[in-house]
């Protein structure tokens, strides 16, 4: 896997976590930090180590993920044990 992330979410519109606030799995909370910009070590090879020379696949992100000049996909969450009562419970998702 490319861009190596710690959790995958099946399901819902194709990035629909742009708009996530909080998340909570279990009684475990989680609040978004933003985005994931995302840079060249997604055009590696794991394997040798050698950049491909299509610069896929962040020139296709790049194409139409673009925000304020940084390539985003995904999010960000920090886990947030303490917040769960003072949080709106319409962005929880």
Same mark, same amino acid.
């Given at each position: 896997?490319?861009?190596?992330?710690?959790? *995958?979410i099946?399901?819902? @519109? !194709?990035? =629909?976590?742009?708009?996530?606030?909080?998340?909570?799995? &279990?009684?475990?909370? +989680?609040?978004?930090?933003?985005?994931?910009?995302?840079?060249?070590?997604?055009?590696?090879?794991?394997q040798?180590?050698? *950049?491909?020379?299509?610069? @896929? !696949?962040? =020139?296709?992100?790049?194409?139409?993920?673009?925000?304020? &000049?940084?390539?985003? +996909?995904g999010?960000?969450?920090?886990y947030?044990?303490?917040?769960?009562?003072?949080?709106?419970?319409?962005?929880?998702?």
């Amino acid at each position: 896997m490319r861009f190596r992330p710690n959790l *995958v979410i099946f399901g819902g @519109e !194709p990035y =629909a976590e742009d708009g996530w606030r909080n998340l909570r799995i &279990g009684n475990t909370y +989680f609040s978004s930090l933003g985005g994931c910009n995302r840079c060249q070590m997604i055009n590696f090879y794991q394997q040798t180590g050698q *950049v491909k020379k299509t610069n @896929e !696949p962040l =020139a296709t992100l790049a194409s139409y993920r673009r925000v304020k &000049g940084k390539i985003l +996909f995904g999010i960000l969450l920090r886990y947030d044990p303490g917040n769960k009562a003072r949080l709106d419970t319409n962005s929880w998702l």
